[in-house]
């Protein structure tokens, strides 16, 4: 399979993990894969006592796992690294420490020993002052440290990551609310969200979804249903919600997940649809059945821009040039895809470093990833 295709499966079965809690074992075995692991673990530590608030695993040893939450987790050497990064930054063995300190560690050489691990690639979720998350992608010591290509990699899906572990946790902590609670929370969502009866008729949409709908690229409302422009998509939604009657009617599906992408006319970055059956629709309000959930990749993107001018008062311009700092290009890259001028580019600059009163490109690239996050910016 293409690097590009694995990616984008990989991309849908993130998001599907952050809908559906029981599929975070594929998800982690899917970005494993693709940045060339033996294993991937999701952890959520709470800082003051150094535990877990939550662990999720794919390919970890049942005698791993048990050793490591009992006690290696916190003798962990990796904190060194994990503790002082920011959200989105990314780490890996070689970064923090060489041979020869690995050789001297418990860690390495009489834990992760013991079944052959080594090495680890690591992608920081959230970093807050009480607790902070992250993605680790292991290796086995024949394979050797993590390359550059799989970095690549791992940076492409870390953002995905980000989005999908806090859609999972905000859905999961308006669980215990009642209907209104929990459309509240969707409109906190960069991604639409739609609910929908059998018929497909649309109960409830929040802004994201609706301002999605009025583009008419792909996907619309028509007659009070959520439609699709292609035949194509519409056959794919119609299994998927086939999938979910079933389900409800107690036959047995496989699966109830539906994930498929729904290209637009104009050749722009397709839409990722994810249907999920809901089977308590008490708790979710009226005769809804499932949910759907619609991501943009071009909407995202103009969400991180809009936080950015807001947060600092900048112009759409220097926004642009903020959010490639921001996502990790250089000035002189920037210039290069945005088709600018070096000069006009630190010009741009210049005005930024004054909005948010720094003096140093690093100071400069730390206090906008401070402001990064996967809500909507209104």
């Known amino acids: 399979m293409a690097v590009r295709d694995e990616l984008v499966e990989t991309v849908g079965a993130v998001y599907a993990a952050g809908l559906d809690p029981s599929r975070w074992e594929d998800a982690l075995a899917r970005i494993g894969k693709t940045v060339g692991g033996i294993a991937c673990t999701l952890e959520l530590i709470d800082r003051q006592t150094m535990t877990h608030r939550q662990f999720r695993e794919h390919g970890l040893p049942s005698v791993l796992e048990l050793a490591y939450l009992s006690h290696y987790a916190s003798v962990n050497p990796r904190w060194s690294l994990v503790l002082h990064q920011q959200a989105g930054e990314l780490g890996w063995d070689y970064s923090i420490m060489g041979e020869d300190e690995m050789s001297r560690s418990d860690f390495y050489e009489d834990f992760l020993a013991r079944v052959d691990f080594r090495y680890f690639a690591y992608g920081m979720l959230t970093a807050t002052p009480g607790e902070f998350s992250g993605i680790a992608v292991h290796r086995a010591r024949s394979q050797g440290h993590v390359e550059r290509a799989e970095i690549r990699r791992l940076r492409v899906l870390v953002p995905h990551v980000q989005n999908a572990f806090d859609m999972s946790r905000r859905v999961s902590a308006a669980r215990d609310t009642r209907a209104a609670s929990l459309e509240q929370a969707f409109e906190w969502f960069a991604d639409g969200v739609a609910l929908v009866d059998t018929d497909g008729r649309l109960l409830y949409g929040n802004r994201a979804f609706f301002a999605i709908a009025e583009r008419r690229d792909g996907i619309l409302v028509q007659a009070e249903r959520l439609a699709f422009a292609l035949a194509v998509a519409r056959r794919a939604f119609g299994v998927a919600m086939a999938r979910v009657t079933s389900l409800r009617d107690g036959e047995p599906v496989g699966t109830a997940a539906g994930d498929f992408a729904v290209a637009r006319p104009g050749g ?101 990833k401070d402001v990064e996050g996967p809500l909507r910016a209104r």
């Open 268 to 368: 722009a970055p397709a839409y990722v649809i994810s249907v999920r059956p809901i089977l308590a629709p008490d708790t979710v309000g009226g005769d809804a059945v499932a949910m759907v959930v619609i991501h943009d990749p071009l909407g995202r993107v103009a969400t991180e821009i809009d936080v950015l001018r807001e947060a600092f008062g900048l112009t759409e311009a220097e926004a642009g040039l903020a959010h490639a700092l921001q996502a990790g290009q250089s000035p002189s890259e920037y210039a290069s895809t945005a088709g600018l001028s070096l000069n006009t580019v630190y010009t741009h600059l210049k005005r930024v470093k004054e909005k948010t009163a720094t003096t140093r490109l690093s100071a400069l690239v730390r206090k906008l």
